[in-house]
């Protein structure tokens, strides 16, 4: 006899995939009803999209003006409102729910599970710590409510084919005005979304340049992949901050990750752990991502890329 | 303002590679180098900056853990820090517990802005200052990449998955940091000689917390799934013909 409320995401008024994958999470512990919660100033498109997910029993809307911005501050307390009557409350472990999760975990007097990567028993999780060069299964003691965020690399999105009915609810909280949204800078592409995408090429510090990064473009394009970028290139400014894969960045898992100009860091590596199949390209034999990497290529990614995008 | 206050955890040094014990109670911390928390030195040098630049009078370093913290805190106070709290205990210390320790803090110290890093990089739980916020009753900006102070508000901006949120908070705030807010200083050896003289604080915990239960028992520690070498290949040609045999190329 078990309930539990996934936190769904939104990106702007559509629905977020991570939020099936935290479905999935969900479905793996033996619950009685998983119920999908959204709060936006439009429910409508993602409640009707949540209520296509599989092992979904209802879908909840709280429809406010104030809802229109995911402001932890203002999302928390209408969150912990909403779980006063579930043993499980889950959000993804995106920027989205790491931002919001532990603030409603607060209000709600219990602490966080974070990065769930596998579901061991009803109240046992494995997680990764020490940028996943560690694995912790932990155990949350009996009589408290488990607020957790799902790793969604861990987790393939649940199917669809529901229906489950959506229902509007109105948590009572007091909505705090001392946190305003100002504005998003985005450098939204055609391209495949990171997080989503089945292919991805990435590059490094060794790519150089802005410039440079064309070459990346160019052949990501030609076999419809996702980029991503390591910090070194991040940091650079080479390509924006939403690009960046690993341990501060983004956890991908696609079937193929393409590496070019990248040393190997361990904290790029934990961004990378699940994906297929990791194809490495570098000039230095003994640069560490070798160590990983399904197919090393030691050369010159000037000549590699262009010489790639000819013969793929 | 008057205060900053910036909470710093002593972690293993983010270059040391991580071994679980071969008894699966932990990761082998013997003899292994121990750091500020990177995104905790980042912190430090934000409100450094904040006070270098007249808006804030004294900048607090303070941390929850064992007495062999003092080194941690003395590396902030040579960073620049004015003083610096221990707050000691013995046992593992919890985000949620970190948060009520903290909030117990700053009723004392009544500081106008709260920094902390956005993730530890042992447990990676990325929780606290959330849940700081929470309990304070304050804003929460995190994961900042920029932070402008204008009068008795901040505005913030902010690394998240769709690109850079700018938002703004009243003071008193919580921010945790990112990794490009900036780049903390080296500290020179007369500021390490300086701040043996700066005042440390050591406070029990018991003093500052009660319920100090942990809220998640770790029960087993284990080495991840490795990945191992792969094939390494020759040539442009042989590297499109093992996608192609991978089906991962059409
Ligand atoms: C707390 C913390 C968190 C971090 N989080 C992340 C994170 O999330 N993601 C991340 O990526 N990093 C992260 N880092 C940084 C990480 O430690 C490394 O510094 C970073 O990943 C290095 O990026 P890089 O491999 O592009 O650069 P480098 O290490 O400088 O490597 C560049 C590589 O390019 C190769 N190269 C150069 N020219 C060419 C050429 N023409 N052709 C082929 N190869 C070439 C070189 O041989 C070299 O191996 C973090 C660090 C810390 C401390
Ligand atoms: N024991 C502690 N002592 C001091 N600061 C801490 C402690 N635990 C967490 N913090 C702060 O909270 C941040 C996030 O930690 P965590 O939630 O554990 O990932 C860290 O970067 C520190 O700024």
Same mark, same amino acid.
């Given at each position: 006899?078990?309930?539990?409320?996934?936190?769904?995401?939104?990106?702007? %008024?559509?629905?977020?995939?991570?939020?099936?994958?935290?479905?999935?999470?969900?479905?793996?512990?033996?619950?009685?009803?998983?119920?999908?919660?959204?709060?936006?100033?439009?429910?409508?498109?993602?409640?009707?999209?949540?209520?296509?997910?599989? !092992?979904?029993?209802?879908?909840?809307?709280?429809?406010?003006? %104030?809802?229109?911005?995911?402001?932890?501050?203002?999302?928390?307390?209408?969150?912990?409102?909403?779980?006063?009557?579930?043993?499980?409350?889950?959000?993804?472990?995106?920027?989205?729910?790491?931002?919001?999760?532990?603030?409603?975990?607060?209000?709600?007097?219990? !602490?966080?599970?974070?990065?769930?990567?596998?579901?061991?028993?009803?109240? @046992?999780?494995?997680?990764?710590?020490?940028?996943?060069?560690?694995?912790?299964?932990?155990?949350?003691?009996?009589?408290?409510?488990?607020?957790?965020?799902?790793?969604?690399?861990?987790? /393939?999105?649940?199917?669809?084919? &529901?229906?489950?009915?959506?229902?509007?609810?109105?948590?009572?909280?007091?909505?705090?005005?001392?946190?305003?949204?100002? =504005?998003?800078?985005? %450098?939204?592409?055609?391209?495949?979304?990171?997080?989503?995408?089945?292919?991805?090429?990435?590059? =490094?510090?060794?790519?150089? @340049?802005?410039? &440079?990064?064309?070459?990346?473009?160019?052949?990501?394009?030609?076999?419809?992949? !996702?980029?991503?970028?390591?910090?070194?290139?991040?940091?650079?400014?080479?390509?924006?901050?939403?690009?960046?894969?690993?341990?501060?960045?983004?956890?991908?898992?696609?079937?193929?990750?393409?590496?070019?100009?990248?040393?190997?860091?361990?904290? %790029?590596?934990?961004?990378?752990?699940?994906?297929?199949?990791?194809?490495?390209?570098? /000039?230095?034999?003994?640069?560490?991502?070798?160590?990983?990497?399904?197919?090393?290529?030691?050369?010159?990614?000037?000549?590699?890329?262009?010489?790639?995008?000819?013969?793929? | #303002?008057?205060?900053?206050?910036?909470?710093?955890?002593?972690?293993?040094?983010?270059?040391? +590679?991580?071994?679980?014990?071969?008894?699966?109670? $932990?990761?082998?911390?013997?003899?292994?180098? #121990?750091?500020?928390?990177?995104?905790?030195?980042?912190?430090?040098?934000?409100?450094?900056?904040?006070?270098?630049?007249?808006?804030?009078?004294?900048?607090?370093?303070?941390?929850? $853990?064992?007495?062999?913290?003092?080194?941690?805190?003395?590396? *902030?106070?040579?960073?620049?820090?004015?003083?610096?709290?221990?707050?000691?205990?013995?046992?593992?210390?919890?985000?949620?517990?970190?948060?009520?320790?903290?909030?117990?803090?700053?009723?004392?110290?009544?500081?106008?802005?709260?920094?902390?890093?956005?993730?530890?990089?042992?447990?990676?739980?990325?929780?606290? $200052?959330?849940?700081?916020?929470?309990?304070? *009753? +304050?804003?929460?900006?995190?994961?900042?990449?920029?932070?402008?102070?204008? $009068?008795?508000?901040?505005?913030?901006?902010?690394?998240?998955?769709?690109?850079?949120?700018?938002?703004?908070?009243?003071?008193?705030?919580?921010?945790?940091?990112?990794?490009?807010?900036?780049?903390?200083?080296?500290?020179?050896?007369?500021?390490?000689?300086?701040?043996?003289?700066?005042?440390?604080?050591?406070?029990?915990?018991?003093?500052?917390?009660?319920?100090?239960?942990?809220?998640?028992?770790?029960?087993?520690?284990?080495?991840?799934? *490795?990945?191992?070498?792969?094939?390494?290949?020759?040539?442009?040609?042989?590297?499109?013909?093992?996608?192609?045999?991978?089906?991962?190329?059409?």
């Amino acid at each position: 006899m078990s309930k539990i409320l996934v936190i769904a995401e939104l990106d702007g %008024h559509a629905l977020n995939p991570s939020t099936a994958k935290c479905v999935a999470c969900a479905t793996a512990l033996d619950a009685t009803e998983i119920n999908v919660l959204i709060l936006s100033d439009q429910c409508g498109e993602a409640a009707a999209a949540a209520a296509q997910i599989t !092992g979904v029993a209802k879908v909840l809307t709280v429809e406010a003006a %104030h809802n229109s911005q995911p402001l932890a501050a203002v999302l928390a307390p209408q969150i912990a409102a909403a779980a006063a009557d579930y043993d499980y409350v889950f959000g993804p472990s995106t920027t989205f729910g790491k931002d919001v999760m532990p603030r409603a975990a607060a209000l709600l007097g219990v !602490g966080q599970v974070s990065d769930i990567m596998a579901v061991s028993g009803p109240r @046992s999780f494995q997680r990764p710590v020490y940028a996943g060069n560690a694995i912790l299964a932990v155990e949350v003691p009996e009589g408290r409510k488990i607020v957790a965020t799902v790793r969604t690399a861990s987790w /393939k999105e649940a199917a669809g084919g &529901n229906s489950a009915p959506i229902e509007a609810i109105e948590p009572v909280a007091d909505i705090p005005s001392h946190t305003r949204y100002v =504005g998003l800078e985005s %450098h939204a592409s055609e391209r495949p979304d990171l997080q989503a995408a089945k292919k991805v090429i990435s590059g =490094g510090r060794g790519v150089g @340049s802005a410039e &440079n990064f064309e070459l990346v473009f160019k052949l990501a394009d030609k076999i419809g992949a !996702g980029v991503g970028a390591s910090r070194a290139a991040v940091d650079a400014g080479y390509v924006p901050n939403d690009m960046q894969v690993g341990q501060t960045g983004k956890i991908i898992a696609p079937d193929l990750y393409m590496a070019f100009g990248i040393s190997g860091a361990i904290q %790029h590596l934990t961004g990378i752990k699940d994906a297929g199949t990791i194809v490495a390209i570098n /000039k230095d034999p003994e640069a560490p991502i070798f160590e990983i990497a399904d197919i090393g290529l030691v050369g010159d990614l000037f000549e590699v890329i262009p010489e790639l995008e000819a013969k793929l | #303002m008057n205060k900053i206050l910036v909470c710093i955890k002593r972690v293993v040094d983010y270059n040391v +590679r991580i071994r679980v014990k071969p008894d699966n109670t $932990g990761v082998v911390t013997d003899g292994v180098k #121990m750091s500020i928390n990177p995104f905790d030195e980042i912190a430090i040098e934000e409100a450094l900056r904040i006070r270098e630049a007249g808006n804030a009078a004294e900048v607090i370093v303070a941390t929850i $853990g064992s007495s062999d913290c003092q080194q941690q805190l003395r590396t *902030g106070l040579a960073m620049g820090a004015d003083r610096a709290t221990l707050i000691e205990t013995a046992d593992e210390v919890d985000p949620l517990l970190a948060a009520r320790t903290f909030l117990a803090l700053i009723e004392k110290e009544q500081p106008e802005l709260v920094i902390l890093g956005k993730q530890a990089i042992d447990d990676d739980c990325n929780q606290t $200052g959330q849940m700081l916020a929470a309990l304070w *009753g +304050r804003p929460q900006a995190t994961f900042a990449s920029k932070l402008e102070l204008d $009068g008795d508000k901040a505005r913030v901006t902010r690394e998240v998955d769709a690109g850079l949120e700018t938002i703004e908070v009243d003071l008193p705030a919580v921010v945790t940091t990112d990794l490009r807010l900036n780049e903390p200083r080296y500290v020179k050896l007369p500021d390490i000689m300086k701040a043996k003289k700066k005042p440390l604080e050591t406070i029990a915990i018991g003093e500052l917390a009660q319920d100090i239960a942990p809220q998640v028992n770790a029960v087993n520690w284990s080495a991840p799934a *490795g990945r191992t070498k792969g094939v390494q290949v020759n040539s442009v040609d042989e590297l499109v013909a093992a996608l192609k045999e991978k089906g991962l190329v059409g």
